[in-house]
């Protein structure tokens, strides 16, 4: 019998065939575990000649949470799947690597003055849109000026609205004030799926045009999408499928059922107690990265009851996180502090006490609040995330320990985003994980934000994120980030008890594919990376 493969050369294979190590990198590291330089050598070669790409074919998706309301225009995407499609047919000036880090798309350098007021992006010369038409700048200035309007609603608008003025400096540069200093700028455009690029003046966005490695052969929101490769693109060596189809597939049975059949290569969301299951099937690869991804509560704050802290604070006693992470994610999460910045980000603040399980002082809450023998609704859908449901049902559970009555209202997929989310006291979201803190603090919970779910209103946190936008030392920088994060653990209305794994499953004929921390889906890095080993 041969011997098995030692875990650590598995581990070598594996990034020489991401291209994440050298080929020196490679010899060094296997000849360390025990392997002669010739067997390591071979074992390179044949390493690097099955990991060599195929061109062609055509990559099935069925992805989750479908809905009729999903976009291709830049300014009204609000779900993981119209960011996903973003990355396929637009790029932006940046895009986040794998060390959370901003690195040159359409942008090929940038650079500021101090104080971080004035900067000036340099653009790539000769890349073409799907429609023949060359990037210039005043393309670039076009696209982003559609998310400042007085009466924009894009969920951009509160992470581009510092941008007082815009200018063309010659065919490719162009120059950028802002109001303020703000040092994240190029993460700013990298990370926001709403900042990518058409040409200046394009308006039919039922046809998009963009600069990305897919264009749009047919669009049925909520059903299916059909993108085909664009043989001009900037990029050359990437973008290998001749197609990409996404189904979109709700329930979660009829997902593990297309791929165990072969109907699809890919499924997102797989709900984690099912893994187990899924991981005995000969042919398919379960994918678990962890992210800052999380589903959330919103208690708003805004309409009564849970405009009365202690109700906010009574639900928050009463969410057994610890009992959410085991029972609905199988282990696939790691515990949540009511606020949305990840333990794995550079800005998470550990010195925030971690809010615990406690009937006792839920009860206290609750009843302080004047809510003894009352009934709170709690609208919950599997929309907002897998799992979403059951996190409802063990919160009503454990809330009874607290003498809190809580009435668990499901409501379909379909029309959730429109119908429920934020109408009701108590509803339930979940968002795709953000790289950095001044991100996902500003679109979520900025007064202003189009996207403020929870309707929490703070004069101080504004102040402390636009300080922290600016601030350079790192101390003080700190600081301001961890008296963020502890406002909104004390009064806020996110009552968030995990940040979540993005859990796929793939079959193991699909190549390139390799989770991002960043955001779902590889971030959409796949449209590049993916290909079909048939």
Avoid at 34 to 39: D, E, P, T, V, Y
Avoid at 336 to 351: E, R, S
Avoid at 458 to 468: A, I, K
Avoid at 520 to 526: H, M, P
Wanted: net charge negative; charged share 25%; aromatic share 8%.
């Amino acid at each position: 019998m041969a011997e098995p493969k030692r875990p650590d050369l598995s581990k070598l294979e594996s990034s020489l065939a991401r291209g994440r190590i050298t080929r020196r990198d490679f010899i060094a590291g296997a000849t360390a575990v025990g392997l002669s330089a010739g067997a390591a050598s071979a074992l390179m070669s044949s390493t690097l000649h099955a990991a060599s790409p195929k061109r062609g074919g055509r990559l099935v998706m069925g992805y989750s949470a479908g809905t009729t309301t999903e976009t291709l225009e830049q300014t009204q995407m609000t779900t993981g799947i119209d960011a996903n499609r973003s990355w396929g047919i637009y790029n932006g000036l940046a895009r986040v690597t794998r060390k959370l880090e901003a690195e040159p798309m359409l942008a090929e350098s940038w650079e500021t003055k101090p104080g971080a007021k004035w900067w000036t992006f340099k653009l790539r010369e000769g890349v073409e849109f799907h429609n023949g038409k060359t990037l210039d700048a005043e393309d670039v200035i076009d696209s982003l000026s559609r998310h400042l309007g007085e009466d924009s609603k894009s969920p951009a608008k509160p992470l581009l609205e510092d941008i007082v003025d815009m200018k063309a400096d010659g065919k490719y540069r162009v120059n950028f004030t802002l109001a303020q200093g703000n040092a994240l700028l190029p993460m700013t455009f990298a990370a926001d799926y709403h900042s990518t690029i058409h040409p200046a003046g394009w308006t039919d966005f039922q046809n998009p045009v963009g600069t990305g490695p897919y264009t749009i052969a047919s669009f049925n929101p909520g059903v299916r999408c059909l993108f085909k490769r664009f043989d001009n693109y900037w990029k050359s060596g990437v973008a290998h499928l001749d197609e990409i189809e996404q189904i979109s597939i709700n329930d979660i049975a009829s997902r593990i059922n297309a791929i165990r059949t072969g109907e699809v290569h890919f499924i997102q969301d797989v709900e984690p107690k099912l893994v187990a299951q899924l991981e005995r099937v000969e042919g398919i690869d379960i994918v678990s990265a962890p992210s800052s991804a999380f589903v959330v509560t919103d208690l708003m704050c805004d309409r009564p009851p849970t405009d009365n802290l202690d109700v906010r604070l009574a639900m928050k006693y009463a969410m057994d996180r610890e009992l959410v992470v085991k029972q609905v994610f199988a282990g696939h999460a790691v515990v949540g502090n009511d606020h949305p910045v990840a333990p794995i980000m550079a800005d998470f603040c550990a010195d925030v006490p971690q809010r615990q399980y406690d009937p006792d002082k839920a009860r206290f809450h609750w009843k302080k609040a004047g809510m003894e023998g009352q009934t709170l609704d709690f609208y919950t859908s599997n929309a907002a995330s897998v799992g979403a449901e059951d996190m409802a049902i063990i919160f009503k559970e454990s809330a009874k320990a607290a003498g809190m009555d809580i009435n668990v209202v499901r409501r379909p997929v379909d029309g959730y985003w429109s119908d429920t989310w934020m109408k009701v006291p108590v509803n339930q979201s979940g968002w795709n994980a953000r790289p950095t803190a001044d991100l996902i603090l500003t679109i979520a919970h900025k007064s202003d934000a189009p996207w403020n779910e929870i309707q929490w209103k703070n004069e101080r946190f504004d102040t402390l994120l636009l300080e922290g936008r600016v601030e350079l030392d790192p101390d003080r920088r700190r600081e301001i980030y961890c008296e963020l994060q502890r406002l909104l653990h004390e009064e806020g209305g996110a009552l968030l008890p995990a940040f979540t794994n993005y859990v796929d499953a793939k079959q193991n004929v699909l190549k390139g594919w390799d989770p991002h921390p960043a955001f779902s889906l590889q971030a959409g890095e796949y449209f590049e990376t993916a290909w079909l080993d048939v």
